[in-house]
């Protein structure tokens, strides 16, 4: 600036007034101080606004944001909540803001009870070789109410129903969440049987998963709504064999009653066919023969004052005639004259048994 | 003077800002704080709201996260009542209540609240290991209890927790406490599988067996009560021809007028009846209407 004095007695800026140079060394001093201070007025400026700006903030795609003022947030519940997009907040200390992940649907995952797997394994779906004996750090599972051992998992959807208590009551939610749901797999587990919890009463054990986590989550008021839950268990690797075989023994049990029924079914219904053709047949029975009385007692009712007339000859002619009739359809008649000497005669006969191929042809 | 007043106004509020960087600071809802003038705890803040400080080095602010921390103990191995060995491991949600006791205990350390976690891993194993052992390995698993005794093991322990942490003054609070693990030993996880091994044998071969044994029972009962419907219609069969023979014998009485024809009618029926076909006679001249070629009885031959 000491270069070129000479110029301001020629241009003076408006900004000096009318002050008067009194020399060439306070001139430049005075040219020094303003111009300084002119940087100095820019800076602050700078500052004034940078101090403003630092007010602007933006909440990503992901995210949503609560504004602080004096520490507390603004509004309550929902409406406390700041959508994608820039918002302003008054500087600090004034206010602040938080950021807190998107109120939907939140997902935790409970494996303390499951075996180790590597999530590449559990992709291609293929189980890590099971020793004889499950180490407590590394193998989870759970202890069911007989003492016996089962892996379970559990996984839970969840949703943010209040998201300031979700972000400014608790570190970490997420984990008390999944807390919460550890600790429900394992005292639902502890209160079915093994037989309960893998076949008999999957529902159910699911359901008390369900409200043990949801009593829980309700106690420690983690501001959280539980959607659903969908669990999974199985028996240990190293007893797969034995648990398949009671089920192909349960299987087979039922096979075997299936058989049973049927043939119960078969029997009864022979049973009930044969007793109601016997029945029938008493029953035709009993009508032939009281019909057949009552024709018999009709007709010697008609035949009786005949008879009464004249018992001989009546039967003498009853006699003949029926006789006439029992020759005439006898098949063959056979007559041997007695000897003339009053001596016993000998007959051979031989008789086939066999049926007449014509009975039709016989009868007139 | 316009452009003068206008530098001095910036200049005012620039001062007022670094001013308020310098003795203002807001403690938020998730947080508690304390004051130290010269190193000493002056003030403790519990109330989320903004407060002046006189500036460093005189006083100092610290801050804490207040809102719940999830902790969770070292698997414990302890023994249960009845001798079981069982190992647990649980989680508790606790959280800074009382900064000024808070304070002078942990905050000396870079990382306060892994130091007081340290405090709690302590008390939470003691505690567990306590009350444990005195509860039967009944109260943890059991297929009746609905699940109270489990939840009033957990209970005991917090309730354990809580006092120790209270006697001491930690200025903490634990919120919530419950099982996260209950096992067993690795060494009797094996003989628990092979229990189960046995047990499944033995279910196996029980349903097997209780099959077989429900099928031989339905078959027996099905033949039982196929022979007694069978009985059954016979009883009723001859019911019903009982009934036809008395109906038949109420007509006694019409032959009762002359039994002797009646007599004399039957035989002659049956003798029909039975000879009706396929039978083969052998006569000879005594039986009528032969005895007509002896000539006897022919009286009315005999002029």
Not at chain 1, 62 to 88: D, N
Not at chain 2, 3 to 31: D, M, N, P, Y
Not at chain 2, 113 to 129: H, Q, S, Y
Not at chain 2, 155 to 182: C, M, P, T
Request: proline share 5%; charged share 20%; with cysteine.
């Amino acid at each position: 600036m000491a270069d070129h004095p000479h110029s301001h007695d020629v241009l003076p800026e408006p900004g000096r007034g009318r002050e008067t140079p009194i020399d060439a060394g306070s001139q430049a001093l005075s040219e020094a101080l303003h111009s300084s201070f002119s940087v100095i007025k820019v800076a602050m400026v700078f500052l004034v606004l940078l101090f403003l700006a630092s007010g602007f903030f933006t909440v990503g795609p992901q995210e949503q944001a609560i504004i602080l003022r004096f520490g507390r947030p603004v509004g309550q519940g929902q409406a406390a909540l700041l959508g994608p997009g820039i918002h302003f907040s008054l500087p600090y200390p004034i206010d602040s803001h938080e950021k807190v992940p998107v109120a939907g649907k939140q997902e935790v995952r409970s494996t303390i009870g499951w075996y180790a797997v590597t999530p590449e394994q559990e992709l291609a779906g293929t189980e890590p070789f099971g020793g004889a004996s499950l180490n407590p750090v590394v193998d989870g599972y759970a202890l069911t109410a007989d003492n016996n051992i089962v892996h379970t998992r559990v996984t839970l959807n969840y949703r943010i129903n209040d998201p300031i208590r979700y972000v400014f009551s608790f570190v970490s939610a997420s984990n008390a969440v999944q807390n919460a749901l550890d600790n429900a797999l394992i005292y639902a587990a502890a209160h079915y049987t093994v037989d309960d919890l893998l076949y008999r009463d999957v529902l159910g054990f699911r359901e008390t998963v369900l409200k043990r986590v949801s009593a829980v989550i309700r106690d420690q008021d983690l501001g959280v709504i539980i959607e659903q839950c969908s669990v999974q268990s199985v028996p240990p690797r190293q007893l797969k064999d034995a648990f398949d075989s009671v089920l192909k023994a349960e299987v087979n049990r039922s096979k075997v009653l299936n058989e049973a029924r049927s043939y119960e079914n078969q029997v009864l219904s022979k049973a009930s066919a044969d007793s109601s053709s016997r029945t029938n047949l008493a029953e035709s029975d009993r009508v032939r023969l009281v019909n057949d009385v009552a024709s018999r007692a009709d007709q010697f009712q008609k035949l009786l004052p005949k008879y009464r007339e004249n018992p001989g000859l009546f039967a003498q002619q009853r006699l003949t005639e029926t006789l006439g009739r029992v020759y005439t359809n006898a098949q063959e008649k056979i007559f041997v004259a007695e000897a003339a000497d009053g001596k016993t005669r000998e007959l051979r006969g031989l008789f086939n048994r066999e049926t007449p191929k014509k009975p039709e042809a016989q009868k007139p | 003077m316009k452009q003068k007043s206008f530098a001095l106004a910036l200049g005012g509020l620039l001062v007022l800002i670094f001013g308020l960087w310098l003795c203002a600071f807001q403690v938020r809802q998730s947080e508690v704080a304390v004051v130290t003038t010269f190193g000493r705890p002056t003030r403790p803040i519990t109330n989320a709201d903004w407060y002046v400080q006189a500036p460093w080095p005189i006083q100092r602010v610290w801050k804490f996260d207040q809102r719940v921390q999830n902790f969770e103990s070292q698997l414990t191995e302890s023994l249960t009542r009845d001798n079981f060995n069982l190992l647990t491991k649980v989680y508790a949600g606790w959280k800074i209540t009382d900064p000024a006791a808070f304070f002078p205990k942990f905050a000396g350390t870079s990382e306060p609240i892994a130091d007081a976690e340290k405090v709690l891993t302590r008390l939470l194993a003691n505690a567990t290991t306590a009350v444990v052992g005195k509860h039967p390995l009944s109260d943890f698993v059991s297929a009746t209890d609905n699940g109270t005794n489990f939840v009033a093991v957990e209970n005991e322990i917090f309730a354990a927790v809580q006092s120790q942490v209270r006697a001491n003054n930690y200025g903490l609070d634990i919120e919530f406490l419950g099982f996260k693990k209950v096992e067993l030993p690795e060494k009797v996880t094996e003989s628990v599988f092979e229990r189960m091994q046995s047990e499944r044998k033995v279910l196996a071969d029980k349903s097997q067996s209780e099959g077989e044994a429900e099928a031989q029972n339905i078959r027996s009962d099905a033949d039982r009560r196929a022979a007694e419907m069978l009985a059954n219609a016979e009883s009723q069969a001859t019911r019903i021809q009982g009934e036809g023979e008395a109906v038949a014998a109420q007509y006694l009485a019409v032959f009762q007028q002359n039994p002797d024809l009646a007599n004399f009618i039957f035989r002659l029926n049956a003798l029909e009846v039975s000879l009706k076909d396929r039978s083969t006679l052998i006569l000879d001249q005594h039986i009528p209407p032969f005895d007509l070629f002896q000539g006897v009885s022919t009286n009315l031959l005999k002029p």
